[in-house]
Structures are given as structure tokens and as C-alpha cells.
């Protein structure tokens, strides 16, 4: 199994909802990411998990919680998001965290409203 | 400030010929090289890794890294239609950052039949 497999492909909210992206691998990988990616940009990392832990929080707004509940799943709890952060949210995964060798999942694109 | 500069493009080549995407990266110290392709409305896909000066041959895909210029590059001969994408070149960090993969803006190719 090499894939990361993310739900759900697409999500709609308003601005007051609470809603989650899931995220799962099943290749051994110790690393997962979450990436954001607005229209004709670049992927720009939000997180990082390694072995589970949380190690790299590149200074995103607190509405945005990611959660790790085991070396699997990958969670990205969302509240009081802003219409600005609509975007195509990717998951990845890697062997660990000092490889540049990323799997990514086929991403969530959130819509806020 | 880490930066991995390529030409956005759009490339435009004819069916059958070589299409060549270019990239430099500020940080000397940098390992790690890679190029990901993406899809419109789809995720990235890593293509090919390289991690030496020289040449790195996979199929039609063909990475060349110049640490001294501080330059990679990837070559895709005998172009197809479905090669046209959004190449993205990601360059590992060295040191300290070393979980973090910077992307480039990605160089959109169009291979025309």
C-alpha cells in the first residue's frame, strides 16, 4: 500500500462550523505532514509530525489544530476558519522527517464561506 | 531566507521534443534535491530525487545537479501530451531546518501534439 488516502476530497463550511480532515498511511512512515496550497502557488507547510509528535508548527493561526492519534492518522481540526483560508489542503508522509521524499495524499479542497 | 527560484513558465514545447525545466537554490549547503510533477487540480507526485553532482537517469526523466552553480534541472525527452504539468523543484534543507522541503513556484509545461 503506497497511498495516503484524505477525507473528505471536498468541504464546504461557514465561518462559525467546526469540521476536521483526516488523513491515513499505512506504508510505516513516521513523518506526516500538512501542507496548504492556494490556486497556482507552491505547497506551503503547516505541520509536522514526527513519531507522532508534534515538531513543527510554522506559525499558523490557532483555528487551524492538528491532531496525531497514532503513526497511521493524521487529523486537522478546523474552527472559526476566515473565507482567506479556502484552499487545497495536502497531506504527505515521508520515512522521516530528513528525507525531502514526500507521498502526498489526493487533498481536501475547503471552501469557507 | 531559503529560496529555490524557476522560471514560471508557461513552457511550451511540440510533441517528441526535449523539454527542459530549470531551478537554483540560494542555500550552498543544501543535500537534497527533487522534482515533483502536479496535475492541474491534482496533488504532487514525486518524479525524481537526486542527491550528487551529475547526471541521474530515469526513463525519459533525466535530473542534473550542479551543486558548485548551485543548479538542478530536469530534463523530459521524447515530451507526450501527458506530460504537461506544473513541475515543481523542492530543495531539502541542511542543518538545523532539516525537516523542511522548499518548493519553487513550479514551472507549468504544455507539451502540444
Not at chain 1, 69 to 83: E, F
Amino acid at each position: 500500500d503506497t497511498e495516503v488516502t484524505q477525507t473528505p476530497k471536498h468541504l464546504v463550511m461557514g465561518m462559525t462550523n467546526k469540521k476536521s480532515l483526516k488523513c491515513e498511511q499505512h506504508m510505516g512512515h513516521r513523518a506526516m505532514y500538512w501542507y496548504k496550497q492556494k490556486a497556482k502557488k507552491p505547497p506551503e507547510l503547516m505541520f509536522v509530525y514526527s513519531y507522532e509528535k508534534l515538531s513543527i508548527n510554522e506559525s499558523v493561526p490557532s483555528r487551524f489544530s492538528p491532531e496525531c492519534p497514532n503513526s497511521s492518522l493524521l487529523n486537522l481540526h478546523l474552527h472559526a476558519l476566515q473565507p482567506e483560508d479556502s484552499a487545497l489542503y495536502l497531506c504527505a508522509s515521508s520515512i522521516r522527517t530528513d528525507t525531502g521524499e514526500l507521498f502526498f495524499g489526493e487533498g481536501s479542497r475547503l471552501t469557507v464561506l | 531566507q531559503k529560496e529555490v527560484e524557476q522560471n514560471s513558465g508557461p513552457l511550451s514545447v511540440p510533441e517528441g521534443a526535449i523539454a527542459s525545466l530549470n531551478c537554483t537554490y540560494s542555500d550552498r549547503g543544501s543535500q537534497s534535491f527533487f522534482w515533483y510533477r502536479q496535475y492541474s487540480g491534482k496533488s504532487p507526485e514525486l518524479i525524481m530525487s537526486i542527491y550528487s553532482n551529475g547526471d541521474k537517469e530515469d526513463g525519459r526523466f533525466t535530473a542534473q545537479l550542479n551543486k558548485a552553480s548551485q543548479y538542478v534541472s530536469l530534463l523530459i525527452r521524447d515530451s507526450q501530451p501527458s506530460d504537461s504539468a506544473t513541475y515543481l523543484c523542492a530543495v531539502k534543507s541542511s542543518g538545523g531546518s532539516n525537516y523542511k522541503l522548499t518548493f519553487g513556484k513550479g514551472t507549468l509545461l504544455t507539451v502540444n501534439p
